[in-house]
């Protein structure tokens, strides 16, 4: 049993603690929801829970198909135990319809498939809002090398592709998502979460959205659409 030590960092939707194994570390799942960094904040019942369990299912699905991930072991209903990475500045998005920042920023029709997945880069600094960046901004911010970026763009495509088929068996269209990657004894891992607060996911059949954009845009239902992708992702 390992046990759990001080509080490392405690971020906007998960509190980080140390253990008494200096290479792991526990992720434990808060309630609370931001969007629009952070200028939008609340509450989302349960979501804790969801993330956690959600986050647990698909790490583990993609461990045993080849990504090295940081989890280890579920611990309990809001705690992960994972291998402690030294994060990666740079967040992944993968896009496989358009939506969000794509249709805002680009002017792609929402909804909109796209004939082959887009993968961006955002640097992961709040107080500057996590800008949209290309690999050269991020090797001359030292945040990852061109070796690095090999690393992290085959693995998210590769993940993207694992996912993709993953979540349409459950009846799940995975619209994007984002990913975070860290370093661990000079190897590279997934880390962070995936789950409705970072992917977007749609009802195959209805096209209704199940996930944070329901926070976003105050579209109801939000804890009902958390749970039933829940449902849908740990149904096997
Ligand atoms: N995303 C995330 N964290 C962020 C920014 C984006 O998890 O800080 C996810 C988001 O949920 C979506 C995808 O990355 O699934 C693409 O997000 P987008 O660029 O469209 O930005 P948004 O409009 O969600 O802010």
């Not at 990913?179 to 891992?189: A, C, M, V, W």
């Not at 789950?195 to 804890?223: A, H, M, N, Q, Y």
Request: proline residues 2%.
């Amino acid at each position: 049993m390992m046990k759990k030590g001080n509080m490392l960092y405690e971020g906007k939707a998960k509190k980080i603690f140390e253990t008494d194994n200096p290479d792991l570390i526990i992720q434990e799942f808060k309630d609370d929801a931001s969007a629009f960094n952070a200028l939008k904040t609340g509450t989302i019942v349960g979501k804790g829970v969801v993330n956690n369990s959600v986050s647990c299912k698909i790490f583990s699905f993609l461990e045993a198909s080849g990504i090295p991930t940081h989890f280890v072991e579920k611990l309990s209903e809001r705690e992960m135990a994972c291998r402690k990475l030294d994060i990666i500045k740079v967040e992944v998005v993968v896009r496989n319809v358009a939506a969000g920042s794509l249709v805002k920023r680009y002017g792609f029709e929402e909804g909109a498939d796209l004939e082959f997945p887009i993968v961006e880069y955002y640097l992961k600094d709040d107080a500057l809002a996590d800008p949209l960046m290309n690999e050269s901004h991020a090797m001359l911010l030292n945040l990852a090398s061109a070796e690095d970026f090999v690393v992290l763009k085959s693995q998210a495509l590769k993940i993207n592709a694992l996912l993709v088929d993953y979540f349409f068996k459950r009846n799940l269209k995975l619209v994007d998502f984002k990913l975070e990657f860290g370093r661990h004894h000079d190897k590279i891992f997934l880390g962070d979460e995936i789950s409705p607060d970072t992917c977007r996911l749609w009802d195959v059949g209805s096209g209704k959205k199940l996930d944070k954009d329901r926070f976003r845009f105050d579209l109801g239902d939000i804890e009902e659409s958390y749970l039933e992708v829940q449902k849908r992702v740990l149904a096997d």
